[in-house]
């Protein structure tokens, strides 16, 4: 492979990742907004519930771009993904300590590989097999 092909194939990977990362964030930003916007309350087990199928979808989604935009292995570029999004996740979780409900904690933290795997599965679907 000449130089100038790895190193597009590199970029275009890592931008595979920024991409979806930027997702999750935006994803969630938009579903806050949408939450004030539409007058769901700022607090409460209602507004965690919304939070956490928002970051659900976000996860699903980012997942299915990391694995559609990847040049080459996008089981492998979603594993890196599942990778970067569990580190993130699990340093959130020790941050919110006690504050939050278990049940919100958990459902971060549990969500997240079911996110990945339908996400990817999503985006393999029609894409030919190696």
Do not use: Y
């Not at 979806?20 to 309350?41: C, E, K, Q, R, S």
């Amino acid at each position: 492979m000449p130089l100038k092909s790895g190193f597009t194939m590199a970029l275009r990977s890592v931008l595979a990742l920024v991409l979806a990362l930027a997702m999750v964030v935006l994803a969630n930003l938009g579903g806050g907004g949408l939450a004030d916007a539409t007058g769901f309350p700022r607090a409460g087990e209602a507004r965690l519930a919304w939070d956490l199928c928002w970051f659900f979808l976000a996860g699903l989604f980012a997942a299915w771009i990391v694995a559609k935009l990847a040049p080459r292995a996008p089981r492998s570029h979603a594993v890196v993904f599942f990778a970067l999004m569990l580190v993130a996740t699990v340093l959130a979780v020790i941050r919110l300590g006690d504050d939050w409900p278990r049940w919100f904690s958990g459902g971060l933290l549990l969500s997240l590989p079911l996110q990945v795997l339908l996400g990817t599965k999503w985006a393999m679907r029609g894409r030919k097999q190696p």
